[in-house]
């Protein structure tokens, strides 16, 4: 199904609610009812999805399909939060700048995003987006006594890399 034959669909049988993001049924159909919120939970990766004949989406892109008359390749949620579809909080992106608006990740032992213990130096090292002969590239920014200080040397780093894409929280 081609996005113009699927917004057609979406428009005949969902309403969007703009301070919610989410989906309404307009018309009821077996145990879907009219004015129930449309959808469900993906429990593995906290994302709220809908199937449309028989094949699942994420509200997210429905909702850009919406907003915009095509479907993105890929959305950024711009406050980290999977299931906050309202259209504001939505931009269209690229792998690498969806990976700048993450938060730490739970294993993380450091505090700080993009900064980890190496043992055989005992330093803290910085690890993050460099500019290189001309272009980007992952690796090592340094290592560092203190956390902070690495953090502060990815921080500056991954500003410069993933600009507006920069979680507002890091900042």
Request: hydrophobic share 30%; with cysteine; aromatic share 12%.
């Amino acid at each position: 199904m081609n996005d113009e034959e699927l917004l057609k669909l979406v428009n005949e049988y969902l309403e969007y609610q703009p301070a919610t993001g989410e989906l309404i049924w307009k018309k009821g159909k077996g145990r879907v009812k009219s004015g129930q919120v449309a959808g469900y939970d993906d429990d593995d990766k906290g994302y709220r999805c809908i199937k449309i004949n028989s094949k699942p989406y994420k509200i997210h892109r429905i909702n850009y399909l919406i907003h915009h008359g095509r479907m993105p390749k890929m959305l950024d949620h711009l406050n980290q939060i999977k299931n906050d579809n309202r259209i504001e909080n939505l931009r269209e992106s690229n792998g690498s700048q969806n990976q700048g608006n993450v938060s730490s990740r739970a294993n993380n032992t450091s505090g700080f995003r993009g900064v980890t213990w190496v043992e055989t130096r005992q330093k803290w090292a910085a690890k993050g987006p460099k500019f290189v002969k001309g272009e980007w590239k992952q690796g090592s920014l340094g290592y560092f006594d203190c956390p902070k200080e690495a953090y502060k040397v990815y921080k500056k780093a991954a500003k410069a890399y993933f600009k507006e894409f920069f979680p507002k929280d890091l900042e």
